[in-house]
């Protein structure tokens, strides 16, 4: 098939993150606004990480910080809306500024995320689903891309020695959060599809996904495909010590782009320095 090419689309920032972000750098989302429009962003999505459920600690092991300073604060949620909202006021004549989460799905936590996009859900324009946490060792769920103890110690034997292993039950985790209803407002974009690659140079983990879990990408696409979801082309990693690549990478953008799914670049930004990093990586397969 012949490949689609970025000409003419819009320069969109998908996925942004604030000071409210707890594990962030703390620099403003004013002046990482500011940096996208002299960049010649026309289009800038914030999603900052959803409050996780209080609950939640209870099924996580792991660093606590892991927990604590995954996502914002509940409290600050008010906050960040009226925050998000000065600035697509005060920019509105030079960039089209789009207000949301990325929000983590966790299937212990489902009757709790859904009354969380109830009530915020009508507030927000533009959202990412994404899986930081997945389950492993003792049940509980441990964080995909915190430490690298909690990789090692939570993860790691969740495939025996076998990466290919690992990462196919990551893909199942990717699988059973997009096929699972959140209700109206609920992300359509799915975040960072490959995290689990983020240590991969660091233990030695497979390259490239072999075929049987190049059959579980392609149902996920048909999943994507059928429930109208777009997909992160995430930089983030290119710049991660121990991943040195997008997420996902080039094969698999390829791939989406024969199942005609969007393709949206996020920079992951949580500093000023972040704000653009990796697009003319990318930017010839969006559209």
Known sequence: MKRKVGVGMLKREGHSHTEFCQHGSGDDVEEMIQKAIRLGFQEYSITEHAPLPPAFKQDYAGTLTGFTEAAMALSDVPAYFKKCQQMQAKYRDQLNIKIGFEVDFLPTQLDWLRDFWAEYGPQTTDNILSVHFMQGVGGKYWSVDDTLTDFETGL???????????????????????????????????????????????????????????????????????HHFALDLNVAGLYKPYCNEVYPYPELMYLAQDYEIPMVYGSDAHSIAEVGHGYHQIENFLK
């Not at 990466?163 to 209803?181: F, I, K, N, R």
């Not at 690659?197 to 075929?211: H, I, T, V």
Request: proline content about 7%; overall charge positive; some cysteine.
């Open 156 to 226: 790691l034997p969740m495939g025996q020695g076998d990466g290919q292993c690992l990462y196919s039950l990551y893909l199942d985790a990717l699988q059973t959060a997009v096929s699972t209803p959140l209700g109206p407002h609920s992300p359509c974009r799915l975040g960072h599809m490959t995290l689990i690659k983020k240590f991969q140079d660091y233990f030695k983990l497979p390259a490239r996904f072999n075929e049987a879990n190049l059959i579980k990408v392609r149902q996920l696409f048909d999943t994507l495909q059928a």
